[in-house]
T-cell receptor
Framework: SQTIHQWPATLVQPVGSPLSLECTVEGTSNPNLYWYRQAAGRGLQLLFYSVGIGQISSEVPQNLSASRPQDRQFILSSKKLLLSDSGFYLCAWSVIGNGYTFGSGTRLTVV | GQNIDQPTEMTATEGAIVQINCTYQ??????LFWYQQHAGEAPTFLSYNVLDGLEEKGRFSSFLSRSKGYSYLLLKELQMKDSASYLCAVRDGLSSGSARQLTFGSGTQLTVLP
């Protein structure tokens, strides 16, 4: 069966510190992978998506970057966090013809 | 681009029926999804419509009218555990390759009262 793992579940980081969130999927090959962010009480905003290793598309200019070093691994990073980077970060995967399956999410608080 | 509208909040009574509406304006369309999201958790898939009409799945049904840019999620026999945010999402028909993207509405917070 297909599963998606995302960690950590919660994170508190000071302004200006780096960030690395990891997402891995199992049970599928060549998935499309996505990073979304959800601010409190808001909808999901697409940040990055990837259709293959090393292929990253950015949806919004911001303080974040993404990488896909392996087929089933998707990483969200920042060199210096801002207060506005706080939010609920969700990794998701999809295969052609199907919807999205989300990871359990990371709640990031920048202080 | 995509613009998706749904009510911010709704309240209903346990055992009742509630209809959550969603309207969208899109530059391309390749399906509409409904997700349920409990507080602090990830969204979970509820339903998918790509053709006009009603899709029924147990207590949950979803309707789509592509000509009107309109969908609704119908929840029957409401239970307390149905209290959650319900997200409408549209998959565009324009993104290249296989990475069809979902654009989400802001969600409708449903509160089920005893």
């Amino acid at each position: 069966s297909q599963t998606i793992h995302q960690w950590p579940a919660t994170l508190v980081q000071p302004v200006g510190s780096p960030l690395s969130l990891e997402c891995t999927v199992e049970g599928t090959s060549n998935p499309n992978l996505y990073w979304y962010r959800q601010a409190a009480g808001r909808g999901l905003q697409l940040l990055f998506y990837s259709v293959g290793i090393g292929q990253i598309s950015s949806e919004v200019p911001q303080n974040l970057s993404a990488s896909r070093p392996q087929d089933r691994q998707f990483i969200l990073s920042s060199k210096k966090l801002l207060l506005s980077d706080s939010g609920f970060y969700l990794c998701a995967w999809s295969v052609i013809g199907n919807g999205y399956t989300f990871g359990s999410g990371t709640r990031l608080t920048v202080v | 681009g995509q613009n998706i509208d749904q009510p911010t909040e709704m309240t209903a009574t346990e055992g009742a029926i509630v209809q959550i509406n969603c309207t969208y304006q899109t530059s391309g369309f390749n399906g509409l999804f409904w997700y349920q999201q409990h507080a602090g958790e990830a969204p979970t898939f509820l339903s998918y419509n790509v053709l006009d009409g009603l899709e029924e799945k147990g207590r949950f049904s979803s309707f789509l009218s592509r000509s009107k840019g309109y969908s609704y999620l119908l929840l029957k026999e409401l239970q307390m555990k149905d209290s959650a945010s319900y997200l409408c999402a549209v998959r565009d028909g324009l993104s290249s390759g296989s990475a069809r993207q979902l654009t989400f509405g802001s969600g409708t917070q449903l509160t089920v009262l005893p």
